[in-house]
Structure formats: C-alpha cells, structure tokens
C-alpha cells in the first residue's frame, strides 16, 4: 500500500483528498504547516507528497526545495495561483506536477496514479548505464546520478527523461514522445513542459549548460542524449 502525505493547511481540503485517496487504497498521511511535513518525509516512509504552495509557516516552495536535497520523492504541487509563470516556478523546483485550485478530486486522484506508475517503471530499471569511461554513470537500481563521482539529485522526472534519452544515443525524441515517455499519456498540458525539465536537468549535469556535452537540442524536432562510450 503507497503512503501520500497530504500537506495543506485548509482542513477541508485535506479531508476531501484523504477520503479519495484512501477508496483507492492509498495510506494518507496529513500535514497542515511545512515544518511538520517535514518531520514526518523524514520519519515515515512516503511515496508521493501532495504539497501546498501557501503554507502558514514556512512555503511550499521551501518545503519542495528541501525535499529534493534529500531524496527523489515525486511532488505533485498545488495552488490556488493559476498563472504561467506559477505553474513554471513549481516545475522548476522540481515538482513533477501541478494542479491548480479549485481541482476535480478525481482528477487529482488520477494525476497521482499516473506520477506512481511512472515512480514504479523507474523502479523495475535494474541496471547501471555509464558513458566517457564512468564520467557519467546512471545506476537504476540505486536511483541514482553520478558526475564525476559527484552524486546528483533528480526528480523522478528529470531522471527519467535522463534515461529514456541515454537509453537511446543520438537518436533524436520529439517534446511529443518525450512527455508520452516521461509524464504519461495522461498527461494534457503543454508539451514545452519538457524544455522546463531539460533545462534543469542541464544546469545539474552539464559543465556548461549553456554548450551541452550530454543533451542537446535538435531545433524544429526535440532533443537527443550525445554521450559517448555508453556501456
């Protein structure tokens, strides 16, 4: 049974996810300020966190921050603002997606069923992809990123964007096949949405993210991963 943390300080709202999380089967665990979301990420074992972005405390923005210093735990981020700019700020910090109030539980529902099953698919990767004799390795058994022996925090999308190109050297993915690959057919927003998460994954993988050794762009089509010595 997956166990969601529910981090809103409106009662009401984590009421009405908790009961249609739970008719799913999903354990839920509830938080009405940030610092408490944070005691409790460090000592329960949760699967996803549903996290406000106005918190009473300190900011979902903080709380998002924290967690992906610490672990690849996915984040689906809520908010009553519905501006562009918002939904990039929360993609930018790493969350893997964002539903913005008033929200259909149902669809909620759905959008955490979509992030777990493509949490589970990274899961069943057991092997270990290395490129430039192990300057860059991908272990997707440990779920983890090394730069030069340097370990790297990912989203769990970020990470999968990360494989599903280095599976694949040269070939070139369209935005289209990359958000059927990493965000799920469910998945109705913009497809730009990938620039977003290659653009952060650049800025933590490449040396200069600006002249890519790894991810490049292939303009008019998508990207391609272009590391060499792939092993």
Do not use: W
């Not at 049974?1 to 509830?30: C, F, G, H, W």
């Not at 406000?52 to 981020?77: A, N």
């Not at 790493?94 to 259909?104: E, I």
């Amino acid at each position: 049974m997956k166990t969601i943390l529910i981090v809103d300080d409106e009662p009401k709202i984590r009421d009405v996810v908790a009961s249609y999380l739970q008719k799913e089967n999903y354990r839920t665990l509830e938080s009405a300020t940030g610092r408490e979301a944070l005691d409790l990420l460090q000592s329960a074992n949760i699967d996803l966190c549903i996290l406000d972005l106005m918190l009473p405390d300190i900011s979902g923005v903080e709380v998002c921050r924290q967690i992906r210093r610490t672990m690849p735990l996915p984040v689906l981020m809520l908010t009553a603002k519905a501006m562009e700019e918002d939904r990039i700020a929360g993609l930018s910090l790493g969350a893997d997606d964002y539903l913005t109030k008033p929200f259909s539980p149902r669809e909620l529902v759905a959008r955490v069923k979509a992030i777990l099953r493509r949490s589970s698919e990274n899961d069943l990767l057991a092997d270990r992809v290395e490129f430039d004799e192990g300057a860059l390795v991908i272990d997707t058994v440990k779920y983890e990123v090394f730069r030069q022996t340097e370990l790297i925090s990912l989203t769990p999308n970020e990470f999968k964007l990360l494989l599903t190109l280095a599976r694949h050297p040269q070939r070139t993915f369209s935005r289209e096949e990359l958000v059927r690959k990493v965000l799920g057919y469910e998945f109705d927003g913009d497809p730009r949405t990938i620039d977003q998460h290659m653009k952060n994954l650049r800025h933590k993988l490449e040396a200069d993210p600006k002249a890519p050794r790894y991810l490049l762009t292939v303009y008019g089509i998508g990207y391609k991963f272009a590391g060499g010595g792939f092993r």
